[in-house]
């Protein structure tokens, strides 16, 4: 009975049981505020089933890169707006994932959702698919802006992880309010030293990450 207890109260403050490789925190634990919505805990991906490595709905990151989100996340609050995170680190068990995933070309469970216009031999040749990740090296993160008062997602004119050129950072048919969005996102996360992905408006990566060339393989939990 005195370790559920335990448990439960280390769950209640916050504290995780994992022990992290050093360099690496929850970013929950520096930054309490900050939304989480792991798709590849769930269904709701471009796969359509929980992805391998992923145990939980928990953030993890590099401590430099969980402390640069604090700062982002500061300076959104001012504007009663806060970050809403899909992915973070990411173990090489989910992108092996990924990979055997992608060669299995009849499985196109959630093609009209994610990648309706690209034809799934070729989702390596494009880079949507890859054998490696920045991901699994703790400081590259996909996120979105949220309205802190209602917990909805700013308008950025595509889904999240679509594959398509409606994703590209200088897409331009979007309306007024959309570029808007997407210019904030890209203002601010470049400001608090991300580094954007072209081709992905909610994907950044920190400036000088510590592990530059070391592709992690712990859960996320």
């Known amino acids: 009975m005195k370790w559920i207890l335990t448990f439960?109260?280390?769950?209640?403050?916050?504290?995780?049981?994992?022990?992290?490789?050093?360099?690496?925190?929850?970013?929950?634990?520096?930054?309490?505020?900050?939304?989480?919505?792991?798709?590849?805990?769930?269904?709701?991906?471009?796969?359509?089933?929980?992805?391998n490595g992923y145990e939980e709905n928990i953030l993890i990151a590099t401590t430099p890169a969980a402390k640069a989100l604090k700062k982002v996340q500061d300076e959104l609050a001012l504007q009663k707006l806060g970050l809403k995170i899909y992915d973070a680190y990411r173990p090489q068990t989910a992108v092996n994932h990924f990979v055997k995933w992608a060669r299995v070309i009849n499985d196109t469970l959630m093609k009209q959702q994610y990648y309706p216009e690209v034809n799934k031999?070729?989702?390596?040749?494009?880079?949507y698919i890859s054998s490696k990740s920045g991901h699994s090296r703790g400081s590259t993160i996909d996120l979105t802006i949220i309205n802190l008062e209602t917990g909805e997602e700013l308008d950025m004119g595509s889904p999240y992880d679509f594959f398509g050129i409606s994703s590209h950072i200088a897409y331009d048919s979007l309306s007024d309010q959309q570029k808007k969005n997407r210019q904030l996102l890209q203002k601010i996360m470049n400001k608090?030293?991300?580094?954007?992905?072209?081709?992905?408006?909610?994907h950044f990566t920190l400036r000088g990450e510590p592990f530059p060339k070391t592709f992690f393989d712990f859960p996320v939990k």
């Open 8 to 51: 439960l109260l280390l769950s209640s403050l916050g504290i995780q049981s994992q022990n992290l490789p050093k360099g690496f925190s929850y970013i929950n634990d520096i930054s309490p505020t900050i939304q989480s919505e792991l798709r590849y805990c769930y269904n709701n991906n471009f796969m359509g089933t929980p992805v």
């Open 121 to 127: 031999r070729h989702l390596f040749k494009k880079g």
């Open 192 to 202: 608090h030293g991300f580094r954007s992905y072209s081709k992905e408006w909610w």
